[in-house]
Each structure stands twice: as C-alpha cells, then as structure tokens.
C-alpha cells in the first residue's frame, strides 16, 4: 500500500485530508446526519444470504417480490431450492430479474450448504470470515460483494461490504480511482474504521442513503452532508 493510502501522508498547505481521515470525517457526518440505519432486511439468516443474490441487478422491490414468492412456494430453504426443478424456481424468482441466472446461482449456493455445510447457515458459521468469504467466492455466481453481504448480513461477521455508491463517493471526493480495485476500496474502511460488523453494516448503510439522496448520476452536491468533505464536483471543480 503506498503513503498515500495509509493516510499518514499530509502536503503542507492543503485543504484535501487524506483518505482514513476523509473516511473517518464521512462516517460521522453522515451518522450525525442519519442517524441509526443498520439494515438489511430478512427475517432469517439464509433470507438474507438469498437477498444478497438476487439483488444484483435489481431493485430490492424486485427482490422482496421474487423472496414473497419463494415462502409461497415453499422455497426458502437450503434444501428445498437444492432440490426444486428449474421452472419451479424460475418461476418463483422471475420478479428479480435474469431470472434463469439468478436460479443457477441460488442453486450453486444452495448445493454448497447442502453439500458442505449441513443444509443450514450455522454450518458456515464455524470459521473466520475470511475463510468463509474465500469459501464462498469459489460458488458460481458469487463475487466479492455479494460474498461480503452474506458474511456481513446473514452471519454478523466483521468484513467491509463495498458497493457502487461507495466506489463513486470516494472517486467523487478524489479518495479512489474509478478502476481502484474491490479490495483496495475495503481496505481503506478497514483501516479506517474500527473491526465491528455494527460499524461497517452502518457505514455501508450510510452510503447508500447518501447516494440514494445526493450522489446520484448527477450529484446534489449542494444539499448533501458531505459537501464540506474536500471539494465534490459541485463546488467548485474536480478536487
Ligand atoms: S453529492 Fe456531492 S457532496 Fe455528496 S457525496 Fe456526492 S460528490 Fe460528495
């Protein structure tokens, strides 16, 4: 990692502050702004894990839709989708978006509790959340987002989600690179926050409300909390 990224670097003069302290001022101005917003919605841990999945690409409506469908169908659960036919669970999930893909990817991940885990979530839970983490990206359809959610959400372990609000504040403020990769961004949260899974389900939390709010395709810089943080494009030029 280089002096940059460490946050130690300081230029005489200037009025940018390096990236952990950016990323330390941005969580408690947006906390302050927003209050508590720890989220993610599911009734049960594998609930979450399938939200996780389904919500690439899509709205979480679409999400909520495809997941009413599956307790209708008698579906949510490791071994029922494990062992449902194809149009069953497509079907069932066509709400979401891409469904046939989304099907495949539930399955993938369903077969691997099955398989491995004893056909439950608690059977993930034995390890470290790098080791599950490193479990999961070797099951079809799982990245690195998707796999952080289900470690974050589904089984309250300690790993920074990164998602694209946060990729396009941090390049907005100068902090990151827009081809910065996955695990670049995540380390700066991590080193800039402290290793606490209600800190980081906060944080993720926290942007995306601020994204949602302000930092859309064309950002609202001069209402947004986080227009006294270096220079967003909208006051006054590229920082
Ligand atoms: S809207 Fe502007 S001030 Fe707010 S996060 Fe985006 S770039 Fe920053």
């Known amino acids: 990692m280089s002096a940059e990224r460490t946050g130690n670097r300081s230029t005489p003069g200037a009025a940018k502050e390096p990236p952990l302290a950016f990323i330390r001022s ?5 906390d302050r702004h927003y209050g508590d917003l720890r989220w993610w919605p ?3 841990p594998f609930e979450v894990a399938v939200g996780a999945i389904l919500t690439q690409n899509t709205n979480w409506r679409n999400v909520e839709k495809a997941i009413e ?3 209708k169908e008698n579906l949510l659960s490791p071994a029922a989708i494990n062992a449902s036919e194809d149009g069953r669970l497509e079907t069932a999930l066509r709400p979401s978006g891409f469904y046939r893909v989304k099907a495949k990817r539930l399955r993938a991940f369903a077969n691997y509790l099955v398989r491995f885990c004893g ?6 839970m034995a390890e470290g959340a790098g080791e599950i983490r490193a479990k999961l990206l070797t099951i079809h359809g799982i990245g690195e987002e998707t796999a952080d959610s289900i470690v ?3 089984l309250g372990k300690p790993v920074f989600v990164v998602d694209a609000y946060t990729r396009r504040i941090l390049e907005r403020h100068g902090i990151s690179e827009a081809r910065e990769s996955y695990g670049a961004v995540q380390r700066l949260f991590v080193e800039a926050l402290p290793k606490s899974p209600a800190v980081y389900n906060q944080c993720h939390a926290l942007l995306v409300q601020v994204g949602k709010d302000y930092c859309r395709k064309e950002p609202r810089c001069d209402s947004c909390p986080l227009s006294g943080l270096n220079s967003p494009p909208g006051a006054g030029g590229k920082p």
């Not at 941005?26 to 947006?30: A, G, I, P, R, T």
């Not at 056909?119 to 993930?124: D, K, S």
């Open 26 to 30: 941005l969580y408690h101005v947006l």
């Open 42 to 44: 599911g009734e049960t």
């Open 69 to 71: 469908n599956l307790k």
């Open 119 to 124: 056909g439950t979530m608690e059977g993930l």
């Open 152 to 154: 974050l959400y589904g």
